[in-house]
């Protein structure tokens, strides 16, 4: 988990940006989009197959095309149009008539919120990975253009919608990409001159009393779009829990999930991919499939943990459930006025050598935060726990910035459910998109509370110059092996993962690279130094990370790619830093071509 706390403006907060944008906008720039490509192919030589077709080529499916892919999925096609359109004279290269100042000025003041970008069929919550092509924050003379957006969206409510996705998508040799909700730290959402297939709007949920050989007992089965406060608030409804994330707008089955996913519950539970019963599943060749301990087991494996966009389209997830339970919250700050940089350190070493093993062998559950600013625990969330019991654990740390003297703010809350622990956390949390670029690492245990001293230093380095946080849970119980599932193994050993942010500044695109290659060049290698044959964890992983097989999947990678291979036989299915994806690169065209 990475959130940046950023405050912003919000001076017209309740004005819907999809009012204010309006179908008469929509209507303009889509004439913009297909007058742009109408034409064009026949200045274009013949693709190589190797290659995939973009706008421009002969093989591009002309404007009739389209329309009929719009009439095959009922009038779900969208073409994609950057939602800062209104923030830029000329959109495409066409005059924009209807752009507007208001219209985006309240863009601005709204931006960083996930609700801006959930309507959105296209629009990347990690800003960078729309190539700074429509920004609005930049003057309104600068061009809109399409960017890494995709042309075109399938707006899916049904498998049926996948299979057409991908029989389209195969025909015409287009690069397909999957998008839920845009919480997407690596891009995989997103990808220049393609289709997309948007599950955002599968919502079915329901509860089942589940019975096979590995489990008997509550699940509740999810369709593709169902986020993570939607799935807390049914299972609490029946008096259940489910192990979901910390930002409620983070879609379930999606990437978290496929991803390993971790959250609140996780070291009471183990992780999100670890609770997994079954997989609705279309694949590659557009085969719909369910995937569980007995049917297709091997991509039942790959789904827990080997990462989304790469393996198939999954239009629902069944996951273990769990009785509710009382749970407890506990927050802390030390802030760094300048003259109290060692002692706060001294504090950090205190935390994670005698406090934070012993929080997460209970089953809590620790995000912190270490900056230029200070220390925080944003919370310490422990269910089963009572508030006394969560003040115990920390003792350790408080005590030390006691006999430190050092000026600290701590509370502790207790709630009667997770859900309502949940809620509550929801009104002092900030959970804005972020507008840093991240990378990770996983912190063994035996570093932690072995090298203390060495790993402190790695994060005064880091936190003293740029946000970084840290996620802590115990997950060496959740399985009876680490190769139960397809998550890279070194995370059972880890005591938390680091994440490292620098911040993006949307009016210099030079910096916000440079910042990108700091974390990948200078801010990581700190701490891999200390971690030589480690990990980082896939979902928020430095989408640069040099061999990404090896440290975000580990000795899993090579059965991975042989699943990836089984069900994507074609290579339809593409993701930076997915399975398979070092089988392709892209070039100056930003097109996707075969290397291998």
């Given at each position: 988990m990475f959130q940046a706390y950023h405050r912003i403006r919000n001076r017209?907060?309740?004005?819907?940006?999809?009012?204010?944008?309006?179908?008469?906008?929509?209507?303009?720039?889509?004439?913009?989009?297909?007058?742009?490509?109408?034409?064009?192919?026949?200045?274009?030589?013949?693709?190589?197959?190797?290659?995939?077709?973009?706008?421009?080529?002969?093989?591009?499916?002309?404007?009739?095309?389209?329309?009929?892919?719009?009439?095959?999925?009922?009038?779900?096609?969208?073409?994609?149009?950057?939602?800062?359109?209104?923030?830029?004279?000329?959109?495409?290269?066409?005059?924009?008539?209807?752009?507007?100042?208001?219209?985006?000025?309240?863009?601005?003041?709204?931006?960083?919120?996930?609700?801006?970008?959930?309507?959105?069929?296209?629009?990347?919550?990690?800003?960078?990975?729309?190539?700074?092509?429509?920004?609005?924050?930049?003057?309104?003379?600068?061009?809109?253009?399409?960017?890494?957006?995709?042309?075109?969206?399938?707006?899916?409510?049904?498998?049926?919608?996948?299979?057409?996705?991908?029989?389209?998508?195969?025909?015409?040799?287009?690069?397909?990409?999957?998008?839920?909700?845009?919480?997407?730290?690596?891009?995989?959402?997103?990808?220049?001159?393609?289709?997309?297939?948007?599950?955002?709007?599968?919502?079915?949920?329901?509860?089942?009393?589940?019975?096979?050989?590995?489990?008997?007992?509550?699940?509740?089965?999810?369709?593709?779009?169902?986020?993570?406060?939607?799935?807390?608030?049914?299972?609490?409804?029946?008096?259940?829990?489910?192990?979901g994330g910390n930002c409620p707008t983070v879609g379930f089955a999606g990437g978290f999930t496929q991803g390993g996913g971790h959250g609140p519950l996780a070291s009471r539970y183990g992780l999100s991919a670890d609770q997994v019963l079954e997989w609705e599943v279309v694949t590659g060749t557009g085969e719909i499939i369910t995937a569980s301990a007995t049917q297709n087991s091997d991509l039942f494996w790959a789904l827990r943990g080997g990462g989304g966009g790469t393996?198939?389209?999954?239009?629902?997830?069944?996951?273990?459930?769990?009785?509710?339970?009382?749970?407890?919250?506990?927050?802390?700050?030390?802030?760094?006025?300048?003259?109290?940089?060692?002692?706060?350190?001294?504090?950090?070493?205190?935390?994670?050598?005698d406090a934070l093993p012993g929080l997460v062998d209970a089953g809590a559950f620790v995000v912190w935060v270490a900056a230029p600013f200070g220390f925080m625990i944003t919370p310490a969330i422990a269910p089963g726990i009572t508030s006394a019991e969560l003040d115990t654990l920390l003792q350790p740390l408080v005590?030390?910035?006691?006999?430190?003297?050092?000026?600290?703010?701590?509370?502790?809350?207790?709630?009667?459910?997770?859900?309502?622990s949940y809620e509550a956390l929801q009104l002092i949390s900030s959970w804005n998109v972020s507008d840093y670029n991240i990378g990770s690492r996983l912190i063994p245990r035996s570093l932690a509370t072995e090298n203390t001293e060495a790993l402190v230093e790695s994060i005064r380095y880091i936190s003293t110059q740029t946000l970084m946080s840290g996620v802590s849970y115990n997950l060496q119980n959740a399985v009876s092996s680490p190769d139960d599932d397809a998550v890279n193994p070194y995370m059972r050993q880890a005591l938390f993962s680091v994440t490292v942010g620098t911040a993006i500044d949307y009016t210099d695109w030079a910096a916000t690279k440079a910042a990108q290659d700091k974390i990948t060049n200078d801010l990581l290698p700190s701490l891999e130094k200390l971690t030589p044959n480690g990990a980082a964890y896939l979902n928020e992983a430095d989408f640069q990370q040099p061999d990404f097989q090896q440290t975000i999947y580990g000795d899993h990678y090579k059965k991975l790619l042989d699943i990836k291979h089984k069900y994507d036989p074609k290579g339809i299915f593409y993701a930076k830093t997915a399975v398979g994806s070092e089988e392709w690169a892209e070039n100056n065209e930003k097109r996707l071509c075969k290397v291998k």
């Open positions: 017209i907060a309740n004005m819907p940006l999809g009012f204010l944008i309006g179908p008469i906008f929509v209507f303009a720039v889509a004439v913009a989009v297909a007058s742009r490509y109408e034409g064009a192919g026949g200045t274009v030589a013949r693709t190589n197959l190797q290659c995939r077709v973009i706008p421009g080529d002969a093989s591009w499916p002309s404007e009739s095309t389209w329309a009929g892919l719009n009439g095959t999925v009922h009038g779900k096609l969208i073409a994609t149009i950057p939602i800062a359109a209104p923030c830029h004279t000329s959109v495409l290269g066409q005059p924009n008539a209807l752009f507007s100042e208001d219209v985006c000025d309240t863009l601005r003041d709204n931006w960083f919120f996930p609700e801006t970008h959930l309507p959105s069929s296209s629009s990347p919550m990690a800003y960078p990975f729309s190539g700074n092509s429509c920004n609005p924050f930049l003057d309104s003379s600068a061009p809109c253009t399409i960017g890494y957006h995709p042309v075109y969206t399938i707006n899916a409510t049904c498998t049926r919608d996948f299979q057409t996705a991908i029989r389209f998508a195969t025909d015409h040799n287009i690069r397909l990409v999957i998008r839920n909700t845009g919480h997407d730290y690596l891009g995989k959402s997103t990808g220049a001159h393609s289709l997309s297939v948007w599950t955002h709007h599968m919502k079915s949920i329901q509860l089942l009393q589940y019975r096979s050989k590995q489990y008997t007992g509550p699940a509740i089965k999810v369709g593709a779009g169902v986020e993570g406060m939607e799935a807390y608030q049914f299972a609490a409804s029946h008096g259940l829990v489910v192990v393996f198939g389209i999954v239009s629902s997830l069944t996951v273990k459930a769990f009785p509710d339970t009382p749970t407890s919250l506990a927050t802390l700050t030390i802030l760094n006025n300048g003259t109290n940089t060692d002692d706060l350190y001294s504090g950090v070493t205190t935390f994670i050598r005590g030390r910035l006691n006999d430190l003297g050092l000026e600290h703010s701590y509370s502790s809350t207790q709630y009667a459910t997770f859900i309502s």
